[in-house]
T-cell receptor, first 110, second 113 residues
Framework: GQQLNQSPQSMFIQEGEDVSMNCTSS?????WLWYKQDPGEGPVLLIA?????ELTSNGRLTAQFGITRKDSFLNISASIPSDVGIYFC??????????FGAGTILRVKS | DAGITQSPRYKITETGRQVTLMCHQT?????MFWYRQDLGHGLRLIYY???????DKGEVPDGYVVSRSKTENFPLTLESATRSQTSVYFC????????????FGPGTRLTVT
């Protein structure tokens, strides 16, 4: 089946630094979504991308739908302690359903 | 605006017991989904529903049963719980379709002893 590779698996960064994470797929996707999950909670949608090349921002977050349609990245600028959590990418997979990456764990050093 | 709720939030049950996890959404979204989240596997789709009385299997449906008699409710039943079904279960809904924005509930942590 289709797989998503999300990297890095975890990050430990200094407050105020910019963060970048990405997802790559083995096949073309028509949708890329980025979610954040806090401990003990459900994933919360951050950004949705539906068009190759699309660049979308949500506050300090920016995500792009790769031109090849096989990748997407998420940037967080000027990280703060509340950015801690797990970030998931998701893409439209086989059978028109979403496939999720394994997540990037973000830890911020205050 | 309650959004999407799940109950119970925590459940401990014994192997072989039947257990039902509830999901309720107030948005009148057509699509609803059940996922399980396990370390090392991310979120995996169990079942989904496109509308009342329409359900379909996801990636890992074995051992689970769903029904959807009303648009707002989508219960998930484990007919005979096994230890391998210990997991965190998330319900989600979407207004548009299965490959579009999905909104998740807070999850149910299920432990099967």
């Amino acid at each position: 089946g289709q797989q998503l590779n999300q990297s890095p698996q975890s990050m430990f960064i200094q407050e105020g630094e910019d963060v970048s994470m990405n997802c790559t797929s083995s096949s073309i996707f028509n949708t890329w979504l980025w979610y954040k999950q806090d401990p003990g909670e459900g994933p919360v949608l951050l950004i949705a991308l539906y068009k190759a090349g699309e660049l979308t921002s949500n506050g300090r977050l920016t995500a792009q739908f790769g031109i090849t349609r096989k990748d997407s990245f998420l940037n967080i600028s000027a990280s703060i302690p509340s950015d801690v959590g797990i970030y998931f990418c998701a893409g439209q997979g086989y059978g028109n359903k979403l496939v999720f990456g394994a997540g990037t764990i973000l830890r911020v050093k205050s | 605006d309650a959004g999407i709720t799940q109950s119970p939030r925590y459940k401990i049950t014994e192997t072989g017991r039947q257990v039902t996890l509830m999901c309720h959404q107030t948005w009148s979204h057509s699509y609803m989904f059940w996922y399980r989240q396990d370390l090392g596997h991310g979120l995996r789709l169990i079942y989904y529903s496109a509308a009342a009385d329409i359900t379909d299997k996801g990636e890992v449906p074995d051992g689970y049963v769903v029904s959807r008699s009303k648009t707002e409710n989508f219960p998930l039943t484990l007919e005979s719980a096994t230890r391998s079904q210990t997991s965190v279960y998330f319900c989600a809904s979407s207004e548009v379709g299965p490959s579009y924005e999905q909104y998740f509930g807070p999850g149910t942590r299920l432990t099967v002893t």
